[in-house]
């Protein structure tokens, strides 16, 4: 294709087509034929493509104007650029472009990452690297021949009136037959959770009955029931599926082997964990060849519906449901009811943008965002970790403030907007997460994120969307066909905290250690108040896994930056048709 390299193999589910006039391109998983792919070359390509078909792709046109790019919606194939020599370079790696200027860190961005986690409008448009941007998913960007590209959102949540159920169902075995129709090996996570195990079981269906799907559960040395594995048995009873257990020990404990981690984009979620992802990496690939493995990542954040969703109750004068939702929220977090309600009424009268602005004037104190209280707000409201810097709240507030002045205005209810920017923080952190596997040589892959999943769900109306306090009810009546009924009606979590906790315990002196290293040279934290955060949460105290492991991530990341060979740039002669 002209004005683009690939590096490594073109899978068969990316594709190209050329006429005389345009070049089209898919990146990534995307269900799109080759004669409607060589018609999109022939007629050009509509803003609604990136959720045309099942799937998580970019789609990318050139024509002698320039060249437009699509991302995909839940963020999971980002697009960066960078502005140089008067054009412009687009590459599917930060760090490949970042290799051009020195991978020069954006400490902005960094700082929002250990201040205000989570919270994905403060680095809307940003990289971890200064000077590379990110195309946010869901948008269009053209980039002219010559003179500035231009940005614009493309996609919005739209409620559609109908069956969610079916609808959810008919989305993800699409999502699901994408990757089963390329796949040779594929292999599924069977962890006995709703997620993965649905997944796993469309899976199984589809490929029924001349090919079969491999399921992989983890266990403990000497275990095999109890909690999630006794779910987990019943599951692989399923037609279609070969269950493997993988037994687990201490080697396998989260915090371990941090400094074997690859190098990715961006900081990886599975960090923590990756001595256990490792493992099952290899596992996969030794055992099993795999070329396809899905997981059920990204389920939690599409599926679970925010306690915002009290506030749209109440703005939209839906007040019995309201008050039967936040008692339900309240039970289910032993507190009470009033508190959660007088929030979501305030919730229901702030907007985004003055959201946003207490957001930054709650980053010149130690204190929560004011007036938020149980948890029912546009954006996290946990107060930055004592650890973190002047430096870094100062930075974080001044992308606050900049965020409150550019916020777009909602319409409509805000549960669709916050689950939407949800997403695309997952789908970047997923796949980083996919450049972990990559490294392994096993393909990840994430059918919550599709982007037709993610617009479906987010079309369900108000009064058809489940409460917080429910645990995907949608879900598990959408597979109830395929799930034996004790899954059908669970209605909890598996808890790996104990885990946790015993491998920061085993890990507390090679921790500590990373604190004298990279953000504490950036001015980014205080090496002796996260040594003694790290203590304090080994001994089970007060703050927690949430606040320290975006500083391990991120040090971790960092530290595998720096050891990295950079990626290697070749400047050639180029024509008109060629950069």
């Not at 045309?52 to 999971?76: F, H, K, Q, R």
């Not at 001349?210 to 040395?221: E, K, L, S, Y």
């Not at 007088?342 to 946003?356: D, I, K, N, Q, W």
């Not at 001994?539 to 320290?548: M, N, P, R, V």
Request: net charge neutral; proline share 7%; with cysteine.
């Amino acid at each position: 294709m002209s004005r683009c390299w690939t590096v490594g193999s073109w899978p068969e589910h990316e594709r190209q087509a050329v006429t005389g006039a345009r070049h089209v391109a898919v990146l990534g998983p995307c269900g799109i034929s080759r004669v409607k792919l060589h018609g999109l070359a022939e007629q050009g390509v509509s803003d609604d493509i990136a959720h045309a078909y099942p799937g998580s792709y970019t789609v990318i046109e050139v024509t002698a104007e320039g060249m437009t790019i699509w991302t995909d919606l839940g963020g999971m194939w980002p697009i960066y650029t960078l502005a140089i020599g008067g054009g412009h370079l687009w590459a599917s790696s930060s760090r490949a472009l970042a290799a051009l200027t020195g991978h020069r860190l954006d400490r902005d961005r960094l700082a929002a990452w250990l201040a205000s986690p989570g919270v994905s409008v403060l680095v809307e448009g940003r990289s971890m690297f200064e000077g590379i941007a990110h195309v946010p998913a869901g948008h269009r960007l053209f980039l002219p021949a010559v003179g500035n590209g231009h940005l614009r959102r493309v996609w919005r949540p739209r409620a559609r009136h109908g069956d969610p159920t079916r609808r959810l169902r008919g989305e993800l075995a699409a999502a699901v037959a994408v990757r089963m129709d390329n796949a040779t090996v594929p292999t599924s996570d069977l962890s006995g959770g709703c997620d993965s195990t649905a997944l796993c079981a469309l899976a199984a269906k589809w490929l029924q009955p001349d090919r079969r799907i491999t399921a992989i559960t983890f266990r403990p040395d000497g275990f095999c029931h109890g909690g999630d594995l006794t779910y987990a048995c019943e599951a692989s009873r399923l037609p279609g599926i070969d269950h493997h257990w993988m037994p687990l020990n201490q080697a396998h404990d989260p915090y371990n082997a941090l400094d074997t981690v690859p190098v990715t984009d961006e900081p990886a979620p599975s960090t923590v964990t990756y001595a256990l992802l490792s493992a099952q990496l290899d596992w996969l690939r030794g055992r099993c060849a795999s070329d396809c493995h899905l997981t059920g990542d990204g389920g939690d954040g599409l599926l679970c519906t925010p306690p915002i969703f009290l506030a749209d109750l109440l703005r939209h004068r839906r007040f019995g449901r309201a008050f039967t939702e936040a008692a339900a929220w309240a039970r289910l977090r032993r507190r009470s009811a009033l508190p959660i309600l007088r929030a979501a009424s305030r919730a229901a009268r702030t907007s985004r943008m003055v959201a946003l602005s207490a957001l930054a004037r709650s980053l010149d104190t130690s204190g929560a965002p004011p007036g938020v209280h149980g948890d029912v707000s546009w954006f996290p409201s946990s107060s930055p970790a004592g650890w973190t810097t002047t430096e870094a709240r100062d930075r974080t507030r001044r992308l606050a403030a900049g965020a409150a002045q550019t916020a777009e205005s909602w319409t409509g209810a805000a549960t669709p907007w916050v689950i939407a920017e949800t997403m695309g923080q997952v789908g970047r952190t997923a796949r980083a997460d996919a450049q972990l596997a990559e490294f392994h040589e096993i393909p990840l892959h994430n059918p919550f994120i599709d982007s037709r999943v993610i617009d479906v769900w987010l079309s369900v109306p108000l009064d058809q969307r489940p409460g917080p306090a429910d645990y995907k009810p949608i879900l598990r009546e959408s597979v109830r066909d395929l799930l034996p009924a004790v899954l059908v009606a669970r209605t909890t979590k598996g808890d790996a905290t104990a885990d946790r906790y015993h491998g920061l315990r085993a890990n507390l002196n090679h921790l500590r250690e990373l604190t004298d290293g990279h953000l504490a040279a950036l001015d980014l934290i205080h090496p002796g108040k996260l040594r003694d955060s790290l203590t304090r949460a080994a001994a089970g105290l007060a703050g927690g896994f949430a606040l320290i492991d975006p500083a391990v991530t991120a040090e971790t990341w960092l530290r595998a930056l720096d050891t990295a060979p950079p990626v290697p740039w070749t400047t050639t002669a180029s024509n008109a048709d060629t950069t």
